[in-house]
């Protein structure tokens, strides 16, 4: 820290930010140390959101400030919203601003070359896919870009754009689709290799993007899943720095501290991390060198990571709602809520995960906690809610299911579950719209709200029905169901905080040891 720009009074409008802004810019934003025009596009990111950069084109970046590689990144969108009017503008220039509490660091990233706009047509985005010169692939497209069922991972074929594909492989519209015909193209031209490295949050990525593409190609029937499996890698990787989508009040804060405009801010926290697994095809950016860690198998660090940050996130976001409280730092401000989720954390899910030589799960509750209560990161608890019935199955799904094998108590786990539940249902008409809500399962669970109304039992038992999140041997476990009631009910009384002070005195909870980390 300490590169911490004073506010600028200016009169005029500010300029741009851009490769021209940049030579002329004050010493308190570091700027790219290398010659962007040496560059040689090398790889390509779908879904050039708040995160990707501030995660992989930052770690990109700083293999290039090191003069380790020449790889230049072209970033392409096939979703809202559109990189020309952003990105393009600025020669593919933001600043990437790290803040904590009152500190602020800013750095202009240089690694991103171009960019690709293919929101109304795969095409622009394929035709750089398959192009011999892009050697390596990464992405962020959300956890329902993969069009995978959450409970089994495989490719869901009833998806509207997966019907479409199936029926017009050659004008794809999602990303399994999108990539399999890039890979068809490369198959029938060059044939060289590459790596697809999946940079989302779901357990096993690379492995859930082998199966979707994989599921698109074999009906192909022309080589090609032969062809993908001899020459293209999906190595699985663990993606981690707490990145919120860029507001407008961030855009202010560049104006006012550094002069300038960057539409294109993103605004993120001190930590990150990169563990990826360690296998490519074709040539690798070396982001070992730049603090990326190359490992042999990587679940036990994607389980320390979804089970704990984003547990956390996600318990904090739904119960945080339910309170009344607009940001993660807020929730974690809040005494029950923080007492909630540490309880939470450390009696029922450092248990389930996997031992790690040299790494203390006790140390990193805390640090993830510490992570959360940075007050400068403005994380919405509705962006963290987004889309739960795709994370739940990662952060506490699988834990709840490990810990029922064992016998083991879920009081705690059991209540940010009921609490996705009870953040949908609100949305109903039924239960008073309280707010817009985004979940691919949303409409489904407002239809069971409207239809059942306010029995509690009938209606935890119809959302664990949907077998496509709720696996059905977890559905039909007694202990799993009457939790999910019981807090359910509670959450969608007047006083929905009473079932979390409640969660906390239950007498197994009360009872529960700190328990031993080999168990
Ligand atoms: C968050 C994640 O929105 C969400 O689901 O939980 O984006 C989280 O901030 C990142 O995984 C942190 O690495």
Redesign the pocket.
């Given at each position: 820290m300490g590169r911490r720009g004073e506010p600028v009074s200016t009169s005029t409008p500010p300029e741009t930010l851009g490769p021209e802004l940049i030579s002329r810019l004050s010493s308190s934003v570091r700027k790219p140390s290398y010659d962007r025009a040496a560059l040689v596009p090398g790889m390509a990111h779908i879904g050039v959101g708040a995160?990707h950069r501030c995660?992989q084109a930052e770690y990109t970046d700083d293999l290039l400030s090191r003069r380790f590689d020449r790889w230049g990144v072209v970033g392409i969108n096939i979703r809202a919203p559109y990189l020309s009017e952003t990105l393009g503008w600025q020669g593919g220039l933001y600043t990437r601003l790290i803040r904590e509490d009152s500190q602020v660091e800013a750095r202009i990233i240089g690694s991103i070359v171009r960019v690709v706009d293919s929101q109304e047509s795969a095409a622009p985005a394929i035709d750089v896919l398959a192009s011999a010169g892009i050697e390596m692939v990464t992405m962020t497209v959300t956890e329902k870009g993969y069009c995978h069922i959450p409970s089994s991972g495989a490719l869901d074929v009833t998806h509207p754009d997966v019907v479409h594909d199936l029926a017009n492989p050659l004008e794809p519209r999602s990303v399994p689709g999108i990539l399999a015909r890039a890979l068809e193209l490369r198959m029938a031209s060059h044939s060289r290799p590459v790596t697809l490295l999946s940079c989302d949050?779901i357990p096993t990525n690379g492995i859930i993007l082998e199966n979707v593409v994989q599921a698109l190609a074999s009906r192909r029937g022309n080589g090609l899943s032969d062809w993908i499996a001899a020459n293209v890698a999906f190595p699985s990787a663990m993606?981690?720095?707490?990145?919120?989508a860029t507001s407008e009040a961030d855009i202010e804060t560049v104006e006012q501290h550094f002069g300038y405009r960057d539409a294109a801010v993103v605004v993120g926290e001190p930590f990150r991390q990169w563990v990826i697994e360690q296998k490519f095809a074709g040539r690798v950016p070396r982001w070992d060198r730049v603090g990326a860690t190359f490992v042999g198998d990587v679940t036990p660090f994607e389980h320390l990571?979804m089970r704990v940050?984003?547990g956390a996130?996600?318990t904090l976001?739904y119960l945080g709602v339910l309170a009344g409280l607009e940001h993660t730092s807020d929730a974690i401000a809040d005494p029950l809520l923080a007492a909630f989720v540490r309880r939470m954390l450390i009696d029922e899910t450092l248990p389930t995960l996997m031992p790690m030589p040299g790494v203390s799960p006790e140390a990193y509750v805390e640090q993830s906690l510490a992570r959360l209560r940075n007050t400068a990161i403005r994380?919405r608890n509705h962006?963290?809610a987004?889309?739960g019935s795709q994370?739940i199955v990662q952060r506490l799904l699988n834990p709840i299911r490990d810990r029922l094998r064992r016998g083991e108590s879920i009081a705690l786990l059991s209540v940010p579950v009921a609490g996705w539940m009870a953040y949908l249902i609100r949305s109903s008409a039924r239960f008073g719209r309280h707010r817009p809500v985004s979940d691919p399962y949303a409409d489904r669970i407002a239809g069971i709200a409207d239809a059942v109304g306010a029995d509690t039992r009938a209606l935890a038992a119809a959302i664990l029905a949907i077998d496509t999140i709720f696996d059905p041997e977890l559905a039909a476990n007694g202990d799993f169901r009457r939790a999910i009631t019981s807090a359910l009910d509670g959450l969608l009384s007047d006083n929905p905080m009473a079932v979390v002070r409640r969660s906390l005195e239950q007498p197994e909870v009360a009872r529960l040891k700190r328990p031993a980390q080999s168990a």
């Open positions: 995160f995660h949050n993606v981690d720095r707490i990145a919120p990571k940050l984003n996130q996600t976001a994380h962006q963290i987004t889309d994370k």
